[in-house]
């Protein structure tokens, strides 16, 4: 699909990769972007980044936890700029531990890294499908295809996202819409600080995990470039965007040899603990 003219939306765009989806979806001549995010004044700055570089942006606050807030986030990014052409699902956050984290967290990371793209499924496709085109980008993480040493919710959450993504993609690609699921591993942005923000507790911090440094381990990405790797796949329309390739064949491993792969993460993980 084009990018230029289009509206777009993106959630958890005040940082990180939202943020520099946003900027990108603007240089590349996106009709409108749509600066969402739970943070209004983070969003409302992104928007005037935007406007000073000469593009369209409105700042949306919205907590996509929330089901309301997106219904109000779509139709008020078409009552000003008219139907939305592209849509980024991208706010999320982490938090280290297992079964023992407690409930409340649990809930919030779910309806935060899986529930809202349920919220936006239903939000945009009724029009999307009325227009025969549209595009759902989400963001999960190569944790949603491998796994997140250190945080069973983030990768129980991660692996959801990317389920949702391909059930979209199977059952509305032959309708005009277009699914794509964006799987990075470490680039920089504020996830940590944002998490403890939402969540309270330290995610993936002092656990011992090597978390952060297995999601390091094929170099840490700038959210510039993993942006770039998210929009250049609405040229081509490909579903799994991998900014970093070497996913793709951790992916294919784990599926050939499933004990194997196992045996390999226990190994990782105890190699990264004792070197943190
Ligand atoms: N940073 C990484 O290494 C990495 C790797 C793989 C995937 N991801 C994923 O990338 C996405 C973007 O994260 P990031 O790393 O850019 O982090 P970030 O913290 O820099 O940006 C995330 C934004 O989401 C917003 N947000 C959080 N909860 C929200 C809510 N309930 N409603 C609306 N907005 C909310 C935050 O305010 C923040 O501005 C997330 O889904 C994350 O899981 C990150």
């Not at 079964?99 to 407690?102: A, C, H, L, Q, T």
């Given at each position: 699909m084009e990018i230029s003219g289009r509206v777009a939306v993106v959630t958890?765009?005040?940082?990180?990769a939202g943020r520099a989806i946003a900027l990108g979806l603007a240089a590349r001549g996106a009709g409108a972007v749509v600066v969402s995010d739970i943070d209004g004044n983070g969003a409302a700055e992104v928007a005037a980044e935007i406007g000073r570089a000469g593009g369209r942006a409105l700042a949306i606050r919205a907590d996509v936890s929330r089901e309301k807030d997106v219904t109000d986030l779509v139709t008020e990014s078409e009552a000003v700029?008219?139907?939305?052409g592209l849509f980024f699902s991208n706010a999320g956050l982490i938090v280290g531990g297992g079964?023992?984290?407690?409930d409340d967290a649990w809930s919030r990371i779910w309806a935060v890294n899986v529930h809202s793209h349920v919220y936006v499924a239903r939000a945009v496709l009724p029009g999307m499908l009325a227009r025969g085109e549209g595009y759902l980008v989400i963001t999960a993480s190569a944790a949603g295809l491998l796994t997140q040493l250190g945080s069973a919710p983030y990768a129980v959450t991660k692996h959801a996202a990317v389920a949702l993504a391909e059930w979209l993609s199977i059952t509305h690609g032959d309708q005009g819409i277009r699914v794509s699921c964006l799987c990075p591993q470490a680039f920089t942005s504020n996830l940590l600080r944002t998490s403890v923000r939402e969540l309270g507790g330290a995610p993936l911090a002092g656990n011992a995990s090597g978390g952060s440094a297995q999601a390091a381990v094929d170099g840490v990405l700038t959210a510039g470039q993993v942006a770039d790797a998210a929009l250049d796949a609405i040229g081509t329309e490909q579903f799994l965007i991998l900014p970093h390739p070497q996913v793709a064949s951790y992916e294919r491993r784990r599926a050939d040899d499933r004990e194997r792969w196992l045996r390999g993460m226990r190994r990782m993980q105890a190699r990264l603990a004792r070197e943190e």
């Open positions: 958890g765009a005040a940082s990180g700029f008219g139907p939305v079964p023992e984290v407690p």
